[in-house]
């Protein structure tokens, strides 16, 4: 492979767009990283097939890309474990009477003099 030909299968990857759809903010981001995922292990993929030196640079760039991928999705999951939770908190919450935190003024605060 020439570099030029490198250089356009690395471009066309590089282009590709995610289309998430109506997802929730948490599915749509797991959803994105796992392409982002898939994404920079094909570009990783192309560049350790060919022996040019500026694509081993731009897979050590790529690796750490990678690398923040794996802690968003990380991140991600364990929100997303703890959603239903966080749900079945609020959902006994309502149930609850509300606090008044506001204190009376006693009734003959305000006297002239």
């Known amino acids: 492979m020439t570099y030029k030909e490198f250089k356009r299968r690395v471009f066309t990857i590089y282009n590709e767009c995610y289309h998430g759809g109506d997802l929730g903010p948490i599915e749509y981001g797991l959803r994105r990283a796992e392409f982002e995922e898939n994404k920079?292990?094909?570009?990783?993929?192309?560049?350790?097939?060919?022996?040019?030196?500026?694509?081993?640079?731009?897979?050590?760039g790529w690796r750490r890309?990678?690398?923040?991928?794996?802690?968003?999705?990380?991140?991600?999951?364990?929100?997303?474990?703890?959603s239903p939770l966080i749900a079945n908190a609020y959902e006994h919450a309502?149930?609850?009477?509300?606090?008044?935190?506001?204190?009376?003024?006693?009734?003959?605060?305000?006297?002239?003099?």
């Open 40 to 60: 920079l292990g094909r570009l990783i993929g192309l560049a350790e097939k060919t022996d040019f030196s500026t694509a081993r640079r731009k897979v050590e």
């Open 65 to 82: 890309q990678l690398e923040r991928v794996h802690a968003i999705k990380a991140r991600l999951e364990e929100r997303r474990k703890e």
């Open 94 to 113: 309502h149930r609850v009477p509300p606090l008044i935190i506001a204190n009376q003024r006693a009734q003959n605060s305000l006297r002239l003099r």
